[in-house]
């Protein structure tokens, strides 16, 4: 007889390939996506080092959060837009200067005058645990949702509309400059970033506006990592917790695909 778990075990491990095979051009080039992560990750990354698979478990979860994706870029691509908004939906990022690309979910913009407004919007999928800890009654408690935090979400969030950014305003300063800084503050009320949240249990969906600051830190941590790859010497040698930013946060290495190269 067929085995079903097996068959689509298989189907997903095919995606994974295309996927592979379709990024094969970008496979020294940091992903947009990864934000915030650790900086000695990154440079695995960059660098070809082989990763460790995912279980097929992490791939069928990883799968679900795929289709509610594609779902939500349908809807919004067969959705009438208002007058004078340019609607883009997975639309390729890319940064030399960071040497970063990615894709980002949805953008929102109005031209008027001189005038862009935009809006980015990244859709995160949750299991029940995680969407408790973040919107549950103890999280509301202590206000965790009220003050700006700015982790792995939300730096790639600012990430995506820092690309936006540059490629409707190609005449801002270069992102390694102090420039930079002024130049978004002066177009800050023009900007929502934001992420839509998904839980994967009750299909409940929450929108949360991320602070612009956001964007600064997003700069920050890209210049910071550029310069720890070129400048630091003997980076295979760190251990976890052997230089800032190795790891970002202490969870990292329990998940980390790389860590049957770093932690020996």
Known sequence: MLNLETIYDDYLNRL????????????????????????????????????????????????????????????????????????????????????????????????????????????????????????????????????????????????????MLKSLMPDLPHFNTTEINYEIDKIKNDISINIVWYNKNDSKMKTTEISVDALHAAIAYWNDLNDFVKEEKGIESIPPNGAVGVPMQDWECKYCQYKQHCIK
């Open 16 to 163: 994974q390939e295309e996927r592979n095979e379709k990024y094969k051009e970008y496979e020294e080039w940091f992903s947009g996506s990864s934000a915030g992560s650790c900086y000695k990750k990154q440079w695995y990354r960059v660098n070809g080092f082989e990763t460790e698979p995912f279980d097929q478990r992490t791939k069928r979860l990883l799968r679900l959060g795929t289709i509610v994706h594609s779902d939500v870029e349908q809807a919004l691509s067969e959705a009438e837009a208002s007058d004078g908004v340019e609607v883009l939906l997975e639309h390729e990022i890319k940064m030399p200067e960071f040497n970063v690309v990615g894709h980002l979910d949805h953008c929102f913009i109005r031209r008027k005058d001189n005038n862009i407004e935009i809006y980015v919007s990244d859709l995160k999928t949750l299991a029940s645990y995680s969407w408790t800890r973040k919107f549950g009654r103890n999280a509301i408690k202590q206000s965790i949702n009220m003050i700006p935090t700015f982790g792995h979400y939300e730096l790639q969030v600012a990430t995506y509309a820092l690309g």
